[in-house]
Nanobody, 126 residues
């Protein structure tokens, strides 16, 4: 059983930056690809970014390409989401998730992930 705990959310002005962290415990971190999702008020949860177990492959939803960077530190069992040039439409609760490597790479839907954090709120004021 993998436990995920996000941190780093908060309120920032448009154009600003935040870095989210997600610390994993209770499992073998390198057995999992990691993803970030977000859910805005009244909307469905959506995929944001993916990183493979080794960190060598990443995918992003189009709306964050060039602004967000996902990375992981396997020595620290932690995945990060660096968010730059934030926009009001990035406001949401952000969740990290772990999906087994057996499902292949490019996990872009919530159903491909087995474990989820509790979420951290990101609010971008315009």
């Amino acid at each position: 059983q993998v436990q995920l705990v996000e941190s780093g959310g908060g309120m920032v002005q448009a154009g600003g930056s935040l870095r989210l962290s997600c610390a994993a415990s209770g499992g073998t971190f390198i057995n999992y690809h990691m993803g970030w999702f977000r859910q805005a008020l009244g909307k469905e949860r959506e995929f944001v970014a993916f990183v493979s177990w080794s960190g060598s492959r990443t995918y992003y939803t189009d709306s964050v390409k060039g602004r967000f960077t996902i990375s992981r530190d396997n020595a620290k069992n932690t995945v990060y989401l660096q968010m730059n040039s934030l926009k009001a439409e990035d406001t949401a609760v952000y969740y990290c998730a772990a999906g087994p490597t057996s499902r292949g790479v490019g996990l872009t839907t919530a159903q491909m992930y087995d474990y989820w954090g509790q979420g951290t709120q990101v609010t971008v004021s315009s």
